[in-house]
Structure formats: C-alpha cells, structure tokens
C-alpha cells in the first residue's frame, strides 16, 4: 500500500529564508507527484506538476524536484514571505490506482515570521 | 475563469437528517472526485466518477452517496447512515490521462448540531 509522508509535520522560519519541504512515498510506480497549497479553511490550490518521466518543474520562487527511484520530492521556496504561511500537500498518483485517485501525504504546515 | 465551485460554503446537520453538498465545474474535465478532510487524519477518497452516469466507491463510502447526470456535477449526499460526518468537504475534478493535475474547489465544512 503507497505510503506518503511528510517531515516535518509543522515548520517556522523568519522571513527571508528559503524553504525546503519534503515528500516520501514507499512505491515508485507512480504516474506524477502533485504540490498544493492550503489556506486554513480553504480547498487545495495546485502549485506544481511533476510527471514521472521529469527531474523537476519551476514556477517563480518555487522549485519541486523528483527521485522516483528514491521515492522523494522536494519543495523549495525562494526567499521566504509571509503570505507563503499556509500548509503545503503533496500527493501521488499511483500506476495502478483505480480511478487515478491522489494519495496524500499528512501536509506540513508552514509559519513565515515577518 | 473556469473552476469547481462548491456550496454551501457551511452546513448544518441534525441527527437523523440527509443533505446534500453541491460542486460544480465548468473546466469540462471528465471525472470528477470527493474527498473529506479531517485533523491528523490527511484527505480520504470518499467517490469519484470518471465518466457520467459511473461513479466508483472510494476508500470511506459508507454512509455516502452520489450522482453523475451532468459532465458539469456531482453532488454528494451524507445520508444519515454516516455516523461521524462532521468534516470538511473537497471535491476535485481532471481530464482523463495522468499528464493533468487536479482543480479542487472550496470546500464545504459540515457540522452535525
């Protein structure tokens, strides 16, 4: 059963830092890996797409890279804001998923201090 | 713009009682999902529905239903076999094919009174 796991659960940094987030999952047989944004008490806000046949995607101050083989994502956020206090989802779509149904991992909830 | 709007935005349900959430989207994705959020427990598939009039069961289906009579809809009723419902509600939509992403709406935040 696909696994995924976000460490740590809960991250604080002043502002102007870069942040870096982490995504395991235990099966590699998987379809992308999918970055969002959440708001307290708001839905999902897609950031990235990572397809498994790339290394990485960009947009702005964010990076995601993929280790399949390794089982790993990392988000990276460039010069830290407050406004990027949120919690931040990864999530995968396995091979052989029904329905190509996303499988989440727990989130780790970012506080940007000014 | 295109998007999945979802409502009410906050509902209240007493013992006993069905309700129905509504989402709505006009990206024309084929399938379209619900998932419910809980504290400590991350997001769960509770249906989803790859073409209309299909809908499959997810991982927590008991004490839900759903319908697909429009590409555009798929509402989710919390019938009152569904013992735990206080949540807060997502529904996502895609195309078909794994190379798109997800589009989640708003979402419902469901409280039993």
């Known amino acids: 059963k696909q696994e995924v796991t976000q460490i740590p659960a809960a991250l604080s940094v002043p502002e102007g830092e870069n942040l870096v987030l982490n995504c395991s999952f235990t099966?590699?047989?998987?379809?992308?890996l999918q970055w969002f944004r959440q708001d307290p008490g708001k839905g999902l806000t897609s950031l990235l797409l990572i397809q498994s046949s790339q290394r990485e995607q960009t947009s702005g101050r964010l990076n995601a890279s993929l280790d399949k083989s390794s089982g790993r994502s990392t988000l990276y956020i460039a010069a830290s804001q407050p406004g990027d206090s949120a919690t931040y989802l990864c999530?995968?779509?396995?091979?052989?998923?029904?329905?190509?149904?996303?499988?989440f991992g727990g989130g780790t909830r970012v506080l940007v201090k000014p | 713009d295109g998007g999945i709007t979802q409502s009410p935005k906050y509902l209240f349900r007493k013992e006993g009682q069905n309700v129905t959430l509504s989402c709505e989207q006009n990206?024309?994705?084929?399938?379209m999902y619900w998932y419910r959020q809980d504290p400590g427990q991350g997001l769960r598939l509770i249906y989803y529905?790859?073409?209309?009039?299909?809908?499959q069961k997810g991982d927590i289906a008991e004490g839900y239903s759903v319908s697909r009579e429009k590409k555009e809809s798929f509402p989710l009723t919390v019938t009152s076999a569904q013992k735990n419902p206080t949540a807060f509600y997502l529904c996502?939509?895609?195309?078909?094919?794994?190379?798109?992403?997800?589009?989640f709406g708003s979402g419902t935040r469901l409280t039993v009174v």
């Open positions: 996502a939509s895609s195309y078909q094919g794994t190379e798109y992403g997800y589009t």
């Open positions: 529905s790859q073409i209309v009039n299909d809908f």
């Open positions: 999530a995968v779509i396995m091979i052989k998923a029904a329905g190509n149904k996303l499988t």
């Open positions: 099966d590699s047989a998987i379809y992308n």
């Open positions: 990206l024309n994705h084929d399938a």
